[in-house]
């Protein structure tokens, strides 16, 4: 081998072990590629780590666990007991009546008390009665509360209050007969003395009712640019209305015992029979008014219950 072949060869050998040199690296270059223990510990998750990068089995699309049941179906508000217990217990008691008349020997007074479609006016007086005077007194106690629960008016209302509670508190006899006294026989005695007799229940639960609000939602109401005629229509009277229909209830309910009170007056009604029988001493005449005054009570109650379950607000229906 001739001398530039030899030195060729040895340029080239010096080159691969400079090549070499470059890829292996030197102490510090394996210290920094080697990380320390601390360095693997940040590297490492610890178990709370894991335990959060770990989805949960209950999210994500890939939920695998049965879904909730449905939610029950709304309970109905009227059941089909209270639809059905008391119109059949009334109507039991109406035909048992019938039968007990039927067999009676009933003389001539009383077939004279009952003659002539007697009993059909009488009943129908007395209805007549009852619902105009309900009437007048929603009129008169709903306005009324309203009015005593403003701002302006409500120094008034001990005062209003106090002559509603006298008309209830007088006995219905000693009212009917001085209305008589001051306007005469006739049925517009009568109608008055029915209505101040029972205008009381609705007037205190308008006003307790009105009065029951949360401050804090009739705020919240003005807050969002109701006008007050708007809060009180659409806030305050739907709030109060259980307590109002609880009045209106009782109204209709002493309406039709105090009608009774009208045949003293000339007024008429199913007090007519039972005056009657009293006078002429006529156990079944007055049995038979005694009777259909009862029954007349009982289902205007019954229907009352059935319109304040169905006009009450479904947010205020009471818990089963």
């Given at each position: 081998m001739t001398a530039p072949d030899l030195g060729e060869t040895r340029a080239r050998q010096v080159a691969d072990e400079k090549t070499r040199a470059r890829q292996v690296p030197d102490e510090k270059t394996r210290a920094r590629q080697v990380p320390d223990e601390e360095t693997r510990a940040r590297q490492v998750p610890d178990e709370e780590t894991r335990?959060?990068?770990v989805p949960d089995?209950?999210?994500?699309?890939?939920?695998?666990?049965?879904?909730?049941?449905?939610?029950?179906?709304?309970r109905r508000r009227i059941t089909w007991q209270r639809l059905t217990v008391l119109p059949a217990v009334l109507t039991v008691i109406l035909l048992a009546t019938r039968l007990w008349f039927q067999r009676a020997d009933l003389d001539a007074v009383s077939r004279n008390a009952l003659s002539d479609g007697q009993v059909p006016k009488a009943l129908w007086q007395h209805v007549e009665?009852?619902?105009?005077?309900?009437?007048?007194?929603?009129l008169i106690a709903i306005p009324l509360g309203v009015l005593l629960t403003r701002a302006p008016f409500r120094k008034a209302t001990p005062v209003v209050m106090a002559v509603a509670n006298t008309g209830q508190a007088t006995p219905a006899i000693g009212l009917l007969a001085l209305l008589v006294i001051w306007l005469g026989t006739g049925v517009r005695a009568a109608l008055i003395g029915i209505t101040a007799y029972a205008v009381l229940p609705v007037l205190s639960n308008t006003v307790a009712g009105l009065k029951a609000n949360d401050p804090a939602l009739l705020e919240a109401a003005r807050g969002i640019g109701m006008s007050a005629r708007g809060v009180l229509a659409r806030v305050e009277l739907p709030l109060a209305v259980?307590?109002?229909?609880?009045?209106?209830?009782?109204a209709l309910v002493l309406g039709v015992g105090t009608a009774t009170l009208a045949a003293f007056?000339?007024?008429?009604?199913?007090?007519v029979l039972i005056t009657a029988g009293i006078t002429n001493q006529r156990m079944p005449v007055l049995v038979l008014g005694s009777l259909l005054t009862v029954v007349l009570a009982l289902l205007v109650?019954?229907?009352a219950s059935l319109a304040e379950v169905l006009l009450r607000p479904r947010g205020l229906e009471p818990e089963a």
């Open positions: 335990a959060r990068q089995e209950g999210a994500g699309p890939a939920d695998t666990r049965t879904p909730p049941p449905p939610p029950p179906p709304p009665l009852t619902v105009i005077s309900a009437f007048f007194v929603l259980p307590l109002i229909l609880a009045g209106v209830r009782t007056g000339g007024g008429g009604g199913l007090g109650d019954w229907l």
